[in-house]
């Protein structure tokens, strides 16, 4: 898996939502969080440095970071940023210079491991800090 920005892995397959050890950085903070398969999706945070570089959150539909996903969108876009989906993640860019929370949600396509198309639902409630 190429990574452009420090990320966090989220596997669909048997609902295991894990992070990527290359999120946990001081710029781009992704707390563990489940329920992105249930009807209403997963509510999770994101701290992010405004460093100019994205945070993002992969998405696959298998364990063990396998089937990634293919395919998603942006629902609610934020206000103070950009956020677009690169397969197989969804990034957050703030604003150049805000500081401040945001908000934003979306959703994507994977196959699990029994290659059944799976939908994963995240809203995503943002933290922009000023870098050190």
Not at 40 to 64: E, F, H, I, K
Request: glycine share 10%; proline share 8%; hydrophobic share 35%.
């Amino acid at each position: 898996m190429s990574c452009k920005a420090l990320q966090t892995t989220v596997c669909l397959g048997m609902l295991f939502i894990a992070c990527n050890a290359m999120a946990q950085s001081p710029n781009c903070q992704i707390p563990r969080f489940s329920g992105a398969m249930d009807r209403n999706g997963a509510v999770t945070t994101m701290n992010v440095v405004n460093n100019g570089q994205p945070c993002g959150v992969d998405l696959y539909g298998g364990s063990r970071g396998s089937h990634p996903a293919s395919r998603g969108v942006i629902t609610n876009p934020p206000k103070h940023g950009h956020a677009e989906f690169v397969g197989p993640h969804i990034q957050y860019t703030p604003a150049s210079g805000y500081v401040g929370a945001d908000e934003f949600s979306g959703k994507a396509w994977a196959q699990n491991d029994n290659m059944v198309p799976k939908l994963l639902k995240l809203q995503i409630k943002v933290t922009v800090s000023a870098p050190q």
